[in-house]
């Protein structure tokens, strides 16, 4: 199960944290990703973090998102900095068993409800 925390109401140029809580047992090899989706568009990576410590970020956040390391297993972080208000959507967070693809949504087998974040002035 995935429950994410921490979304809410920002200004453009804000940072903010989200947090995913991660319970159940994790597989040796996994990856853990942070995805968005606005009204009327797809779902797109934010960030992700394999079990191996390999990052990836989305093109639209590159150099403003950091998902962190965690090693228990039960928990996922993601940052993002400047946040714009294109950013607002609900933000998602995911399990795969695997660590090879990270990108595509459909690599993840587990996903929390999301949280919603709104960057409005």
């Known amino acids: 199960q995935l429950v994410e925390s921490g979304g809410g109401v920002v200004r453009p140029g804000d940072s903010l944290r989200l947090s995913c809580a991660i319970s159940g047992g994790a597989s040796m090899n996994h990856a853990t990703g942070w995805f968005r989706q606005a009204p009327g568009k797809e779902r797109e990576l934010v960030g992700a973090i394999t079990s191996s410590g390999r990052t990836e970020y989305g093109n639209s956040v590159m150099g403003r998102a950091t998902v962190p390391e965690d090693n228990t297993n039960h928990a996922s972080l993601l940052q993002i900095d400047n946040l714009k208000p294109e950013n607002s959507a609900t933000y998602f967070c995911?399990?795969?068993?695997?660590?090879?693809?990270?990108?595509?949504?459909?690599?993840?087998?587990?996903w929390g409800q999301g949280t919603q974040v709104t960057v409005s002035s």
């Open positions: 995911a399990h795969g068993r695997q660590k090879t693809l990270v990108r595509p949504a459909a690599a993840y087998d587990f």
